[in-house]
């Protein structure tokens, strides 16, 4: 198995330091940090998909434009799953299957780019997207985006068995064991995490259930203000989502538990698990590996 992280919507959003905690002057920083996963039977497998190459080339009426206007996404075609997946040598077609965390705009948007691949996810979230409840629920999920979506397998909450204490879906259809969702309800209905197991150990791609690598590993806690008021005003449960946030700042922070832990629009977290990943080349492999 190999894992790469894939930026696959890069942002300068209006803020600088108050978005990423570090950025100098008006504009700040922001990932959009997908997987892609090489495995020996189960073909390539994605754990979301950030914006897609229609999103980038003609993003009015897929993107919501307020969110487009203070994330300020780069238009870079480049930077798509589609485009990152054939400059790494594989084949679309490879593509069988995406994990996703959430369907939300801004990791949903390339599952139009992969029409064979089959969707896993929780069956809240894809309860909630069809749903489209309320102001948030239109803005943040976008049926344009999605495809086919009779090619979503759902999952019901606690469907499965422990994973670190959490609660997990230890069987997804296809997929073998050492990947898994883990249901992180909070910032949206149906927000998980994806737990995967490679050559040296568990990951957790752990979504958007914390927004800043201070919130977990911080001591105290504390986030940018300018993230801290989106990642609250895109929360569909703000006391839950404070509540799954640190349950992940306990997992990440306990000794006994050797696992990775990152998030989605972290730059800083997203650059250390490229480079921890490409610093598992093998001599004899010669290829990013994780
Ligand atoms: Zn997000």
């Known amino acids: ?17 108050l978005m990423d905690g570090a950025s100098p002057g008006a504009f700040g920083r922001l990932t959009c ?17 950030g914006l897609g190459l229609r999103d980038m080339l003609r993003p ?41 965390t959430h369907l939300d705009f801004d990791h949903a948007g390339g599952l139009v780019d992969f029409p064979q691949a089959r969707v896993h996810l929780m069956e809240a979230e894809a309860r909630a997207a069809r749903a489209r409840d309320g102001m948030l ?3 943040r999920y976008r049926p344009v985006q999605w495809g086919d979506t009779e090619r979503w397998i759902t999952y019901p909450d ?24 883990v249901p992180l309800p909070g910032h949206s209905p149906g927000h998980a995490g994806v737990a995967i197991e490679g050559p040296r150990g568990w990951v957790l791609h752990a979504g ?44 990440a922070r306990d000794p006994e538990a050797p696992l990775a832990v990152f998030c ?11 480079i921890w990943s490409e610093r598992q080349r093998s001599p004899a492999d010669g290829a990013a590996a994780a």
Request: hydrophobic share 40%; proline share 8%; charged share 25%.
């Open 137 to 139: 629920g239109r803005m």
């Open 158 to 181: 606690r469907a499965g068995g422990r994973w670190f204490g959490f609660d997990a879906v230890t069987e997804l259809e296809g997929l073998p064991p050492e990947i898994l969702l």
């Open 264 to 274: 989605t629009h972290d730059p800083v977290e997203y650059v250390a698990m490229t």
């Open 33 to 49: 940090h997908c997987l892609a996963i090489e495995t020996e039977r189960h073909g390539v497998v994605l754990v979301d998909t």
């Open 60 to 100: 009015a009426g897929r993107l919501p434009w307020v969110n487009s206007a203070l994330l300020r996404f780069r238009r870079d075609p480049d930077r798509t799953m589609l485009r990152h997946i054939k400059r790494l040598g594989l084949h679309p077609g490879d593509v069988r299957h995406i994990v996703m």
């Open 208 to 251: 958007d259930s914390y927004f800043n690598r201070a919130e977990i590993f911080a001591e105290p806690p504390h986030c940018p203000p300018g993230s801290a008021a989106y990642e609250a005003a895109m929360a569909w449960n703000g006391p839950l989502a404070r509540a799954q946030r640190q349950r992940v700042r306990s997992l």
């Open 1 to 17: 198995m190999r894992i790469h992280h894939l930026d696959c919507g890069p942002a300068r959003p209006v803020g600088g330091a």
